[in-house]
């Protein structure tokens, strides 16, 4: 008995920072099936001062393919069973703009998360992010001003656009939980640090829509989840 | 119009309280000045937009120190965005052209002297008189607040082109709450201006006194009459095309906008509506409204020659009946603005015609003026030299619209800044001078002071000589095809025009200081300039029969007796050279 | 006082002149006058230009003129100087506004009519080379129907511009927008007439460039076009010149004239690219 005490009592000590630091982890990698649309040249041809800095021009974004087709910039996060995470991270994300091509083409952040935009262009840009859940506005960003900070109170994908440049085009995912990534170039994606539960995982593709899938995690394992898309050819 | 019958204003007590004499005053002479304080204002306003819009064309990476207390968002660390440019250019057309153009000559002057000229005690229907400035103020108001909304002004320019102007927020930054107060702003002006225009014509037909026929009236009187009636037409056009203007704004209907419209990546949910409906309604007012700016101060200017030339006009009818004509034909032209809008071309041609005609009474006119001043006996004062100001840029500024009315030329021209130099140079310079003209001339009377005289002469001279170098270069850049009503100039072609455009800037806001000397003229001679005898210029209208200023009821009760028109001038008799319109003298020569 | 303003109006209106003149502003090499012609139909514009620019400019120089010497001669004379009332008085200057402004207006009418005709009353020749062209806040792009020659229909909830689908083509079900080519300049053969057929996606927009002497606005809910041929190689801009909102002052796009030859492989080149 005193040793069962002492074992159990050894056990939890153990485990504890397992349940509330985590130390679990889920990765997997997004791929898709079928023929996905030709990624296609921009002509940046309007904009003179752009179009030199890319020698060769540089395609559309929408739907980004790698080896062994893999899809990056899916945004994979814990959409349900995430412990409830209060304040958001002091540290602000950053959105460039530059040769009139949004780095990174999609960016995720925490709700109330500070998000600054910088341009880095010769020219002027407007930035539209086309809310419909958060507060929807429009500022121009001449160049030679300071960036523009802004914050998102909901959660939402938020389609962003320049209007002065058509083609640019970019997402902010605007996420409660602190537990997102997004797919890399190879498609693999890595949730880790996660205290041992039940969870619902989604990955959401700007043009194929969102999946999620159901998953429990105990401990310190890792646990593979894969996303597979059905690419659409146009 | 009889002379037995006279009829008269509604008598009026004297007004006691400070409310009742400066503020809510039926006096036309009060209300006279409070719409030339309101213009001033509107006018300070007016030039303040266009220096932040110069500096920002030629310098703008530059930021302008404390721009952004006035918007953060519109220029973020004092550099102006795109959008507030856009927005302080349509804010700076609208309080230039309604609020400066159309009451100081008109609505400011006239309501002072129109009265008065005819012998009158006040105008036909005095309350209505003080509603119409109050309204006019307000709708003033109105547009001021958009400043302050979070959208900011709208951008869409003075003439305000639908679907631009008609969807919404969703046509960009500029487009929100701002313009939904313009067409707010313009509806409540168009009620005042019809309030007002209604005054005038009911005054001149009916309060004439005795001896008044309206051949003897001056020709401001009749360019004010001429004006009011003008006015009634075009405004009531407009009216009804700002609320459906803002009916498509807030109410969902669908006037100016067709369907398949995709804005900001919303498909519009609107159809069966017309941009052109919104350009026919706007130009169909807005020509006649250029004639309402310019009629005036060729009324002034004219009263103010005559004056100064010591002798009458070679025919006083003759430009009675050109601005008549003028008026007439002013409602036949809105379509040049239209040539390659997508309207029909044929239609194009229609309105050429009556467009190139116009020139004729404009060219009648000038060629009489110029025609007078042969063997005249030519008094040089600031109100003169601003007078023959006027002529040199009525010339210039009409000269322009020459190559705008033919329409293959216009292919070229539409939307360059040959059109903005076009209609700065005939419509905002040559009103203006129209307007200082007449306030060195008439301030004595007003405020019975003298301004200072060697002080206008020097605000002549920087504002005549700057008012070129700013706007004649615009020609020139029109015919090399520089676009206008373009924030900042990125384009091949405009990047070596730049040095030109800066010429212009430094012209503008040196010619702009200069006014500072007109300012402290104004309010330096209000308290202590040398007392103004009663006729200083010795001029034969009824004004000039009256204490500098005249009293509240004009004419102290009695009703004068006209004998004569009003440009006895070159003749012998007992006051000099010219004979007062109410002295029942003959001339002696 | 009144001498020095004649002098004034006399500098003023012989410095105005100049750059009309000369073509420059003043003493550099910045030039003030419609770049060189391209096209076919210009010459009469041109011509008629000139021709208003003379006697515009006549009529401004001896209007000033007549001014500043009035003004000379009269002002200040004493008090009891003669006044004199001019040859003719009144009836003279009607007649000869009425017979000025009447030849001026009957000369360039009538070559007007021409100018204007060519352009608007003259349809599109049945084989000239049709290209679509859409205006947007605040961008142009530019049609051609490919192989098919035939443009397919235009769906605006399905434009995406994010995958570049700028005129709302649906291929999946439309065939014969498959081979469309969408371009984000207007590249034309030389020597061959262009019919532009012009879309407007939002608000209203304007199709000009200078060197054609064309200027078209676009309107919502119109369909309207122009036609034009361009007679020499080279990149010249299309700007957008009525007023669109916040990026009016960056619209445009190039105009690029090419040989048959290139036109032809950079059409081949930009099918590839779709």
Same mark, same amino acid.
């Given at each position: 008995m005193f040793k069962t005490r002492w074992f159990l009592a050894l056990l939890t000590l153990v485990v504890s920072p397992g349940l509330l630091f985590g130390a679990a982890t889920i990765s997997g990698k997004v791929s898709y099936t079928g023929t996905p649309a030709k990624s296609k040249t921009i002509d940046m041809s309007k904009e003179p001062s752009c179009a030199k800095q890319h020698t060769t021009p540089i395609t559309t974004e929408a739907v980004v393919t790698g080896p062994n087709n893999s899809l990056a910039n899916v945004v994979v996060y814990i959409s349900a069973g995430a412990p409830d995470e209060s304040s958001a991270p002091s540290q602000a994300v950053t959105f460039t703009q530059k040769g009139c091509q949004y780095i990174p083409h999609v960016i995720a952040l925490r709700t109330g998360q500070e998000l600054k935009v910088v341009n880095e262009d010769q020219t002027s840009h407007n930035i539209h992010p086309m809310a419909k859940v958060n507060r929807e506005w429009n500022k121009s960003q001449p160049p030679g001003t300071p960036p523009l900070s802004e914050k998102f109170d909901k959660e939402e994908f938020i389609p962003v656009k320049c209007n002065v440049h058509p083609w640019m085009h970019g997402y902010f995912a605007v996420l409660k939980t602190s537990h997102y990534t997004l797919s890399g170039e190879d498609g693999s994606f890595k949730l880790p640090d996660l205290p041992a539960g039940k969870y619902t995982i989604t990955a959401w593709q700007e043009d194929y829509g969102a999946q999620t899938q159901d998953v429990t995690i105990s401990g310190s394992e890792t646990k593979t989840v894969d996303f597979t898309f059905k690419a659409k050819p146009y | 119009m009889s002379v037995a019958s006279v009829q008269h204003a509604q008598h009026h007590a004297p007004p006691q309280s400070f409310i009742r004499k400066y503020i809510f005053s039926v006096d036309h002479k009060v209300i006279g000045k409070q719409y030339y304080a309101l213009a001033l204002v509107a006018v300070l306003i007016g030039m303040v937009l266009s220096w932040l819009m110069r500096i920002h064309l030629v310098w703008p990476n530059a930021p302008i120190p404390g721009l952004q207390l006035l918007s953060k968002?519109?220029?973020?660390?004092?550099?102006?965005?795109?959008?507030?440019?856009?927005?302080?250019?349509?804010?700076?057309?609208?309080?230039? !052209?309604?609020? %400066?153009?159309?009451?100081?000559?008109?609505?400011?002057?006239?309501?002072?002297? &129109?009265?008065?000229?005819?012998?009158?005690?006040?105008?036909?229907?005095?309350?209505?008189?003080?509603?119409?400035?109050?309204?006019?103020?307000?709708?003033?108001?109105?547009?001021?607040?958009?400043?302050?909304?979070?959208?900011?002004?709208?951008?869409?320019?003075?003439?305000? *082109?639908?679907?631009?102007?008609?969807?919404?927020?969703?046509?960009?930054?500029?487009?929100?709450?701002?313009?939904?107060?313009?067409?707010?702003?313009?509806? !409540?002006? =168009?009620?005042?201006?019809?309030?007002?225009?209604?005054?005038?014509?009911?005054?001149?037909?009916?309060?004439?006194?005795?001896?008044?026929?309206?051949?003897?009236?001056? @020709? =401001?009187?009749?360019?004010?009459?001429?004006?009011?009636?003008?006015?009634?037409?075009?405004?009531?056009? &407009?009216?009804?095309? =700002? &609320?459906?203007?803002?009916?498509?704004?807030?109410?969902?209907?669908?006037?100016?906008?067709?369907?398949? &419209?995709?804005?900001?990546?919303?498909?519009?949910?609107?159809?069966?509506?017309?941009?052109?409906?919104?350009?026919? @309604?706007?130009?169909?007012?807005?020509?006649?409204?250029?004639?309402?700016?310019?009629?005036?101060?060729?009324?002034?200017?004219?009263?103010?020659?005559?004056?100064?030339?010591?002798?009458?006009?070679?025919?006083?009818?003759?430009?009675? *009946? =050109?601005?008549?004509?003028?008026?007439?034909?002013?409602?036949?032209?809105?379509?040049?603005?239209?040539?390659?809008?997508?309207?029909?071309?044929?239609?194009?041609?229609?309105?050429?015609?009556?467009?190139? %005609?116009?020139?004729?009474?404009?060219t009648i006119m000038t060629l009489i003026w110029l025609g007078s001043l042969y063997g005249s006996r030519l008094r040089i004062t600031s109100a003169s030299l601003f007078a023959l100001g006027f002529i040199s840029m009525f010339v210039s500024g009409g000269v322009s619209g020459f190559f705008l009315a033919q329409p293959s030329i216009d292919i070229y021209l539409h939307a360059t800044y040959f059109v903005v130099g076009h209609f700065h140079m005939v419509m905002g310079v040559a009103s203006l001078f129209g307007v200082l003209a007449g306030t060195y001339f008439w301030y004595p009377k007003m405020t019975g002071r003298m301004m200072n005289e060697p002080l206008g002469r020097i605000h002549f001279w920087f504002t005549f000589v700057g008012a070129y170098c700013i706007f004649m270069p615009f020609h020139y850049l029109g015919l090399a095809g520089n676009v206008r009503r373009y924030s900042a100039f990125v384009d091949d072609y405009l990047l070596p025009l730049i040095p030109v455009h800066r010429f212009i800037t430094i012209a503008a806001l040196v010619t702009g200081v200069a006014q500072l000397i007109f300012l402290y003229n104004l309010i330096h001679s209000r308290f202590l300039g040398a007392p103004a005898p009663p006729n200083p210029w010795e001029c034969t209208s009824l004004e000039w029969t009256m204490p500098s200023p005249p009293p509240f009821d004009n004419f102290g009760g009695k009703h004068p007796v006209v004998y004569h028109d009003p440009y006895q001038y070159g003749v012998k008799s007992s006051t000099g050279d010219f004979l007062m319109q109410d002295s029942p003298e003959e001339a002696q020569a | 006082m009144g001498k020095v303003f004649a002098v004034i109006v006399v500098v003023i209106a012989l410095a105005s002149a100049v750059p009309i003149i000369t073509h420059h502003w003043f003493g550099t090499a910045i030039e003030l006058r419609p770049p060189e012609d391209i096209s076919t139909h210009g010459h009469a514009i041109d011509e008629q230009l000139s021709e208003t620019m003379v006697e515009a400019g006549l009529s401004f120089l001896a209007a000033q003129l007549v001014l500043a010497l009035f003004v000379w001669k009269f002002s200040n004379r004493s008090a009891n100087a003669e006044i004199k009332t001019f040859p003719g008085g009144a009836k003279w200057l009607v007649i000869a506004a009425l017979a000025l402004v009447g030849t001026e207006m009957l000369a360039l009418g009538v070559l007007g009519q021409r100018a204007w005709a060519t352009v608007y009353f003259t349809p599109a020749k049945p084989d000239a080379l049709q290209v679509q062209a859409q205006a947007g806040q605040f961008a142009f792009y530019f049609r051609y129907p490919g192989a098919d020659g035939k443009f397919g229909d235009l769906h605006p909830d399905k434009i995406d511009e994010g995958n570049s689908n700028f005129f709302g083509l649906d291929p999946a079900n439309d065939v014969d927008s498959r081979d469309d080519i969408v371009s984000g300049e207007l590249a034309v053969p030389a020597n061959r007439e262009v019919h532009l057929l012009m879309h407007a996606k939002d608000v209203g927009h304007s199709f000009y460039v200078r060197e054609l002497r064309i200027q078209q606005d676009f309107v919502p809910g119109l369909d309207l076009s122009v036609h034009f041929t361009a007679t020499k190689v080279g990149k010249y801009e299309i700007v957008c010149t009525q007023l669109c909102g916040l990026g009016h002052y960056n619209m445009k796009a190039y105009l690029n004239v090419l040989s048959q030859e290139d036109f032809d492989s950079w059409l081949k080149q930009k099918a590839s690219e779709q």
């Amino acid at each position: 008995m005193f040793k069962t005490r002492w074992f159990l009592a050894l056990l939890t000590l153990v485990v504890s920072p397992g349940l509330l630091f985590g130390a679990a982890t889920i990765s997997g990698k997004v791929s898709y099936t079928g023929t996905p649309a030709k990624s296609k040249t921009i002509d940046m041809s309007k904009e003179p001062s752009c179009a030199k800095q890319h020698t060769t021009p540089i395609t559309t974004e929408a739907v980004v393919t790698g080896p062994n087709n893999s899809l990056a910039n899916v945004v994979v996060y814990i959409s349900a069973g995430a412990p409830d995470e209060s304040s958001a991270p002091s540290q602000a994300v950053t959105f460039t703009q530059k040769g009139c091509q949004y780095i990174p083409h999609v960016i995720a952040l925490r709700t109330g998360q500070e998000l600054k935009v910088v341009n880095e262009d010769q020219t002027s840009h407007n930035i539209h992010p086309m809310a419909k859940v958060n507060r929807e506005w429009n500022k121009s960003q001449p160049p030679g001003t300071p960036p523009l900070s802004e914050k998102f109170d909901k959660e939402e994908f938020i389609p962003v656009k320049c209007n002065v440049h058509p083609w640019m085009h970019g997402y902010f995912a605007v996420l409660k939980t602190s537990h997102y990534t997004l797919s890399g170039e190879d498609g693999s994606f890595k949730l880790p640090d996660l205290p041992a539960g039940k969870y619902t995982i989604t990955a959401w593709q700007e043009d194929y829509g969102a999946q999620t899938q159901d998953v429990t995690i105990s401990g310190s394992e890792t646990k593979t989840v894969d996303f597979t898309f059905k690419a659409k050819p146009y | 119009m009889s002379v037995a019958s006279v009829q008269h204003a509604q008598h009026h007590a004297p007004p006691q309280s400070f409310i009742r004499k400066y503020i809510f005053s039926v006096d036309h002479k009060v209300i006279g000045k409070q719409y030339y304080a309101l213009a001033l204002v509107a006018v300070l306003i007016g030039m303040v937009l266009s220096w932040l819009m110069r500096i920002h064309l030629v310098w703008p990476n530059a930021p302008i120190p404390g721009l952004q207390l006035l918007s953060k968002s519109g220029a973020p660390g004092g550099i102006m965005t795109p959008e507030y440019y856009l927005s302080l250019l349509t804010m700076h057309g609208t309080l230039m !052209v309604f609020f %400066v153009l159309t009451n100081a000559p008109f609505a400011a002057f006239g309501n002072y002297f &129109l009265p008065i000229q005819i012998g009158a005690e006040d105008m036909a229907f005095p309350r209505f008189n003080m509603m119409s400035f109050w309204t006019t103020f307000v709708a003033f108001c109105i547009l001021v607040a958009a400043f302050f909304v979070p959208d900011g002004p709208p951008l869409a320019g003075w003439t305000s *082109y639908a679907p631009l102007s008609a969807v919404g927020p969703d046509a960009g930054p500029g487009e929100g709450l701002g313009q939904t107060l313009w067409g707010l702003s313009i509806f !409540v002006f =168009c009620i005042a201006s019809l309030l007002g225009s209604l005054n005038f014509i009911a005054t001149t037909l009916d309060l004439r006194t005795k001896g008044m026929t309206l051949a003897r009236m001056p @020709l =401001c009187t009749w360019a004010w009459f001429i004006t009011s009636c003008i006015s009634l037409l075009a405004f009531a056009v &407009l009216l009804p095309a =700002c &609320l459906l203007l803002i009916l498509d704004r807030v109410a969902g209907t669908s006037f100016f906008i067709p369907g398949g &419209l995709v804005i900001s990546d919303r498909l519009q949910p609107h159809s069966g509506g017309s941009p052109l409906l919104w350009q026919h @309604l706007f130009w169909f007012f807005g020509h006649p409204e250029v004639y309402i700016a310019i009629l005036p101060s060729i009324g002034i200017v004219s009263h103010i020659l005559v004056n100064s030339m010591r002798r009458p006009l070679l025919s006083y009818r003759v430009v009675i *009946y =050109c601005m008549m004509a003028i008026g007439f034909l002013s409602y036949m032209v809105w379509g040049h603005h239209m040539f390659v809008s997508g309207m029909n071309p044929f239609s194009s041609l229609m309105f050429s015609f009556p467009t190139l %005609v116009i020139t004729i009474p404009a060219t009648i006119m000038t060629l009489i003026w110029l025609g007078s001043l042969y063997g005249s006996r030519l008094r040089i004062t600031s109100a003169s030299l601003f007078a023959l100001g006027f002529i040199s840029m009525f010339v210039s500024g009409g000269v322009s619209g020459f190559f705008l009315a033919q329409p293959s030329i216009d292919i070229y021209l539409h939307a360059t800044y040959f059109v903005v130099g076009h209609f700065h140079m005939v419509m905002g310079v040559a009103s203006l001078f129209g307007v200082l003209a007449g306030t060195y001339f008439w301030y004595p009377k007003m405020t019975g002071r003298m301004m200072n005289e060697p002080l206008g002469r020097i605000h002549f001279w920087f504002t005549f000589v700057g008012a070129y170098c700013i706007f004649m270069p615009f020609h020139y850049l029109g015919l090399a095809g520089n676009v206008r009503r373009y924030s900042a100039f990125v384009d091949d072609y405009l990047l070596p025009l730049i040095p030109v455009h800066r010429f212009i800037t430094i012209a503008a806001l040196v010619t702009g200081v200069a006014q500072l000397i007109f300012l402290y003229n104004l309010i330096h001679s209000r308290f202590l300039g040398a007392p103004a005898p009663p006729n200083p210029w010795e001029c034969t209208s009824l004004e000039w029969t009256m204490p500098s200023p005249p009293p509240f009821d004009n004419f102290g009760g009695k009703h004068p007796v006209v004998y004569h028109d009003p440009y006895q001038y070159g003749v012998k008799s007992s006051t000099g050279d010219f004979l007062m319109q109410d002295s029942p003298e003959e001339a002696q020569a | 006082m009144g001498k020095v303003f004649a002098v004034i109006v006399v500098v003023i209106a012989l410095a105005s002149a100049v750059p009309i003149i000369t073509h420059h502003w003043f003493g550099t090499a910045i030039e003030l006058r419609p770049p060189e012609d391209i096209s076919t139909h210009g010459h009469a514009i041109d011509e008629q230009l000139s021709e208003t620019m003379v006697e515009a400019g006549l009529s401004f120089l001896a209007a000033q003129l007549v001014l500043a010497l009035f003004v000379w001669k009269f002002s200040n004379r004493s008090a009891n100087a003669e006044i004199k009332t001019f040859p003719g008085g009144a009836k003279w200057l009607v007649i000869a506004a009425l017979a000025l402004v009447g030849t001026e207006m009957l000369a360039l009418g009538v070559l007007g009519q021409r100018a204007w005709a060519t352009v608007y009353f003259t349809p599109a020749k049945p084989d000239a080379l049709q290209v679509q062209a859409q205006a947007g806040q605040f961008a142009f792009y530019f049609r051609y129907p490919g192989a098919d020659g035939k443009f397919g229909d235009l769906h605006p909830d399905k434009i995406d511009e994010g995958n570049s689908n700028f005129f709302g083509l649906d291929p999946a079900n439309d065939v014969d927008s498959r081979d469309d080519i969408v371009s984000g300049e207007l590249a034309v053969p030389a020597n061959r007439e262009v019919h532009l057929l012009m879309h407007a996606k939002d608000v209203g927009h304007s199709f000009y460039v200078r060197e054609l002497r064309i200027q078209q606005d676009f309107v919502p809910g119109l369909d309207l076009s122009v036609h034009f041929t361009a007679t020499k190689v080279g990149k010249y801009e299309i700007v957008c010149t009525q007023l669109c909102g916040l990026g009016h002052y960056n619209m445009k796009a190039y105009l690029n004239v090419l040989s048959q030859e290139d036109f032809d492989s950079w059409l081949k080149q930009k099918a590839s690219e779709q």
